[in-house]
Structures are given as C-alpha cells and as structure tokens.
C-alpha cells in the first residue's frame, strides 16, 4: 500500500509541469517546499518529543545562504547545496546548546535562537539587505524556464523525502524513539541520547536549509519574516494537522494546510483566523492529525 | 538622559504587566500561555471601545481589562483545562490557536488600521524635575505599574487565597491532597493574569499605537522578561522587565544595531547556564 501510494505520489508531482500551467506548479512546489520543512521539524517533534520553535532560522539560513551566492555569480545546484550546508552548519552551532534541555526550555531556547537569527538578518543590512531583504536573486539561464527549476526542486524534495523515510527506520530514528518515550531509559539501554539528539537536529536543520535554499531562487526574493517566529509556526501547523505520530502526516499536513488555504483566500481574507478554530479543534479532539485519524478508522474496520 | 530612562521604565511596566500574567499562570498552571500577547492587544482594543462609548479614559481602564479577564475566563474554563493532561507541546499549540483567532477577529472588527486615542488631559502635561521635562502619562504608568507590583505582593504574601496559590505552585499534588480545589483554582490564577495582560494593554492605549500585530511583538518580550527573570518567578519577572525596558532605551541611543538582538543573546544565555531564570526555583 505505502509502496504503491509513494510510487503514485512520485508520477503525480513529476508529472505537474505536462499537465498544468504555471499556477498549480506554483502551488504545488510550495506544497512540496512546506512538507519538507514539517517533515524535518517532525524528526524533532514526533519521533523524539521536542517542540522546535525556531526552524525558522534554519529555513531562513538556507534561502539567505543560497541567496547571496546566487547572486555572487556561483550557479544554481551548487548554491543550493552551499544553503543546505550552511543551515546544516547553523543547526549544528545552535543545536549544540538547545540538546541540553528537554520540554519547555528546549522550545524556549530554539525560539530565542530563531529570533536572534532574525534580529541578525534584520540588521545586518549591508549583508542580508535587512528590512528590504534580497532581491533580484538570479537562477541562471536554463533553469529560468518555470518548469526546469519545478522539475529540479522536486526531484531533490522527493529525494530528501526518501532519505529522512529511511532515516525514521534506521537505527537512528528507533533511538530518537526510545528518547521520546522514556530518555533516562533510553540512556541506560545505551542510547547515547544528547548526542543522538543533536544529529537530528542537525539533520533537521539542513533539511529545513534545503527548503529554504530551494525557496529562494522560485520567489527570487528573501525577506526577514523567513526567520521569525510566525514562519517558524507554519511547520508546527502543518504537522498538526497532518499528524506527527505517522512519517507522511506533515507531508499530508503541508498539502492540506496550503491547499485549504488558497480555497479559503478566495472567501476570505481571514484565512488565518480559520486555522486558528482547525488547530483548536485539532489540539482538543486530533491529536493525531487527519492521517492518524484515518489510520484509527482503517484499523477499526480491519479488526471488525 | 534621564528621559531616555523614564521612556525606557515606562515601557518595562506593559512589559511587567502582561510578563507578571504569563508568570504566574506558568507557575500554578504550567502552562505557557502564547495568546497573553493578544491578551494584551485585546485590553488595547476593549479600552479603545470603552473610551469611544463612555468617553472617559478610566473608564475606559476599568472595563477594557475586566473584558479581557472575561476572555481569559472562556479560554481557561472552555478549553485549556481540557489539555492540562495532555503533552506540554499541545497545552502550547492550542495557546498559539487562540492567537490566530485572536488576531484575526481583532482584524475583521476593526480593520487592519493603526488606532491612537489620545491622552487624557489631566495625564497629557509634563512635569519639570530639575532640567529634565518628563511626561505625566510617563510617570503614571510608571506609578500603576509599581502600585500592582505592590498589591500582587500584598495579595500572594498576606492572603489565605495568596498562599493558596503559592502552595499550589510549588507542589500541585500536596495542595490537591491537603484539600485545594485546583480546578477553580486554575480557573482564576488565568483570570487574573489575562486581567493583568488586559491592564497593560489599556494603559498603552494612549502612547503607543494600537494595531493587530502588537501582541505579536510583546509576547516574545513577555517570554524574554519571564526567561530572564525565571519562569513563575514574580520578582524575577519585574526586574526582568526592568532590563529589558532599559535596555531597549539606552540600547537605542548607544548602540542600536544590536539593540534588538541583545535581548534574544540574554535570553538564550540565561537558558543555557541557568534554565530556572535569575530568581526563579531550580526545578528538582
């Protein structure tokens, strides 16, 4: 079933630019872009416990990253790689602090990092540009055209999909597991828990690089608000709603959220304001998320 | 000088008044509250109403924060008291709902404009100490802000209701086993720290400009002060404020490209060596 849903799921998302115009590749990029941005906030929050409310960072890290070496003259692929590493280096900095906490002071501290990256990009102007951010970022030649540069970021989202599925099944993800139900249980099994915590956040934080970097070069302009905090919630949201006890919940989350909200653009600009009652609803009775609820509802009428 | 301290302390008192909110429904609740920002912008708003209906600013102080305590009310007794028991990342995520719709109601009621009443004439003078000339509205903020920390001391030290709640936050399951009823307990620590957000919200009414985003920005100052000072620590949560406020004014004159980024440098520093804040309880 999960074999062939991935297999339809690949053919659909390559097969966007053949049959649909710029609007829905559009769409569908930034669909792709958000679900691997959940998916790498998940690593920390569904599969070890941890609540990061400062992907942002990352996410931003990677698009400014890849941004000014665009705009230094370095070519597409290269740049993007050099966004991913960057956010990945980013991670790696901050995560060596925030492995040290759990709960409330983890999130706290990822939040503090996040909008200290922001004031960063803020300020920094001769830099980042600050309050303006970058624009005119080029993406070469060939990849001008729309659906080259939708066929090149989707190919590395689906790949970067594939890599964190096999990292959720690979001894890494059944530690980052072990963490989540019991880390003091965890430690004395010989789970090397710190440690395996930080990997996941660093891995976490060049996924979201990715996101960014590959974000960048579509909008072919950045701005602060990548980093702040509200940018960091968007990943929270779309895992919520997806469900983050399930690997594809943020991907199905991301979709939902980006499609519902362009349906409800069109009604009303309040579209935030209808999030708001879904999340509600979500935390009081879904705590699963749409996929979860789905998966209780298959395995009731399986068992029946 | 001196102005550039009294501008900075003035703006620590919102800041102490919604941070004081968040810290003491962390400390019995152990929940952190993300909505006290729009909390704040809600008392901004209500107090506006108030005063275009009445046409008196204290008024307009009374009713607009007794709204929001009202909100608080519905918040805690509708809806949070149904996670309490669920993991902390979702006491959070449903506090961040209640942002989205906050805001967004607030946007749909009153348009996305900046609104600014003006000060009230017996407050809109200023005083002369010495060679400096420092604004009325300054010092009255200033006096409110001081006065609450004054009356939560009073209320928390020499209360039986003041014990309670301290004895709640220390160790919630003694209290429960020694008799209290948490349940309402909870329900009114929230009220009074929605009111206390709502206050701060009123009382910036006049100054700064009242706009939907403005709870957005308060609350990551609210959990800078609260970190700093120690999270459920009242005290820590005034002299937090106190840094902050300062920093942010002289911070602005001495070095303002990194103003901004000082306060989030202090926040994750006091996170990384001393989790439990400058005055706040180490956690066992």
């Known amino acids: 079933m999960k074999l062939v849903a991935s297999a339809l799921l690949t053919v659909a998302v390559l097969l966007v630019p053949a049959v649909s115009g710029p609007f829905l590749q559009y769409l569908v990029l930034n669909m792709l872009l958000l679900a691997l941005l959940a998916l790498s906030f998940n690593l920390l929050f569904g599969m070890t416990g941890l609540l990061s409310f400062g992907q942002g960072a990352f996410y931003a890290g990677g698009a400014y990253a890849a941004a000014l070496s665009l705009r230094a003259g370095f070519s597409l692929i290269p740049s993007i790689l050099l966004g991913s590493v960057f956010a990945a280096a980013l991670a790696a900095l901050i995560g060596a602090f925030c492995v040290r906490h759990t709960r409330i002071y983890f999130s706290m501290l990822t939040l503090a990092f996040g909008m200290l990256v922001y004031a960063v990009v803020w300020k920094w102007t001769d830099v980042t540009g600050g309050d303006d951010g970058l624009i005119g970022i080029p993406r070469g030649a060939f990849f001008e055209k729309p659906e080259r540069y939708y066929l090149l970021s989707a190919v590395l989202v689906l790949v970067s999909i594939a890599v964190l599925h096999r990292l959720s099944a690979s001894p890494l993800g059944l530690s980052l597991r072990a963490i989540r139900e019991n880390a003091e249980r965890a430690e004395f099994s010989g789970v090397a828990v710190r440690r395996t915590i930080f990997i996941a956040f660093v891995t976490a934080g060049f996924f979201a690089g990715l996101s960014g970097a590959l974000l960048a070069p579509l909008e072919q302009t950045i701005s602060p608000s990548a980093a702040h905090w509200t940018k960091s919630a968007e990943p929270v949201m779309a895992t919520l709603i997806g469900g983050p006890f399930l690997f594809a919940g943020p991907l199905v989350g991301a979709v939902v959220y980006l499609g519902l909200k362009e349906i409800i653009v069109r009604f009303t600009e309040y579209w935030l304001l209808v999030f708001g009652l879904v999340l509600l609803g979500m935390v009081l009775s879904f705590r699963g998320g749409l996929l979860g609820a789905a998966a209780d509802l298959w395995g009731r009428r399986t068992r029946a | ?284």
Request: charged share 10%; aromatic share 14%; net charge positive.
């Open chain 2, 1 to 284: 000088m001196l102005f550039q301290g009294l501008v900075g302390l003035s703006e620590a008192m919102y800041l102490w008044l919604v941070a004081a909110g968040l810290s003491l429904i962390f400390g019995v609740l152990r929940v952190l509250n993300f909505a006290h920002g729009s909390l704040y912008m809600l008392g901004a708003y209500f107090a506006w109403v108030a005063f275009r209906i009445t046409g008196s600013f204290w008024a307009a102080l009374l009713i607009g924060p007794l709204l929001v305590a009202a909100v608080g009310w519905g918040m805690e007794y509708g809806f949070l008291r149904r996670v309490y028991r669920v993991e902390v990342a979702f006491q959070l995520l449903l506090t961040f709902a209640f942002v989205l719709i906050f805001d967004d109601l607030v946007k749909l009621a009153f348009g996305p404009v900046y609104q600014s009443p003006p000060t009230p004439a017996a407050l809109s003078g200023a005083v002369r100490i010495g060679r400096s000339i420092l604004p009325t509205y300054h010092l009255f903020i200033l006096a409110v802000g001081a006065a609450v920390g004054l009356g939560l001391w009073i209320f928390l030290e020499k209360t039986g209701f003041g014990l309670i709640i301290r004895a709640t936050a220390a160790d919630r399951e003694m209290a429960r086993a020694l008799g209290v009823r948490s349940s309402r307990l909870f329900t009114w620590v929230f009220v009074l720290g929605a009111w206390l957000a709502g206050l701060g919200g009123a009382l910036s009414m006049p100054v700064r400009a009242i706009s939907p985003g403005m709870g957005e920005f308060i609350i990551i100052e609210a959990f800078v002060v609260v970190v700093l000072g120690g999270l459920g620590s009242l005290r820590g949560a005034f002299v937090g404020a106190l840094l902050i406020g300062l920093l942010h004014a002289y911070g602005l004159v001495f070095m303002p490209v990194f103003e901004l980024a000082l306060a989030y440098i202090a926040m994750a520093a006091v996170l990384i060596v001393r989790p439990w804040g400058l005055f706040g309880a180490r956690e066992a």
